[in-house]
């Protein structure tokens, strides 16, 4: 089972890295799934995946009581607009893209009642 863990992991850090220079793909979804899988297959790799400059931060807001930050939330909230803008433009006003358009602004709104991070010391 460990290595399940260990290859989950690992997929999610390249998927995550990866989006980094994607724009409108999730990164941090990403980087959070292979922080959860790692630490269940190989711990000592999410260690080092949480004390990452680039990407470390937003893993420990996230274990430091499910914390967001500002841009965070700005970011994902208008990559979402953005997705759902695009899939009206191509599909029109349907039942599809309406539930998509639910779907998304409930997101929005769960990820804008997440505490944001305190200060760093």
């Given amino acids: 089972m460990l290595i399940f863990w260990r290859i989950l992991g690992v997929a999610s850090v390249g998927i995550g890295v990866l989006?980094?220079?994607?724009?409108?793909?999730p990164t941090t979804v990403f980087l959070l799934i292979g922080a959860w899988a790692l630490g269940k297959g190989a711990p000592d790799w999410r260690a080092k995946l949480v004390a990452h400059p680039r990407f470390g931060r937003a893993l420990r807001d996230w274990d430091d009581g499910r914390r967001v930050s500002r841009r965070g939330k700005y970011l994902a909230a208008t990559g979402m607009l953005i997705s759902w803008c695009i899939i009206v433009l191509s599909r029109g006003f349907?039942?599809?893209?309406?539930?998509?358009?639910?779907?998304?602004a409930a997101i929005a709104i769960w990820l804008?009642?997440?505490?944001?991070?305190?200060?760093e010391e």
């Fill in 19 to 25: 989006n980094a220079f994607i724009p409108l793909l």
């Fill in 94 to 104: 349907d039942p599809v893209s309406i539930g998509v358009g639910i779907l998304l």
């Fill in 112 to 119: 804008w009642t997440r505490p944001e991070p305190r200060p």
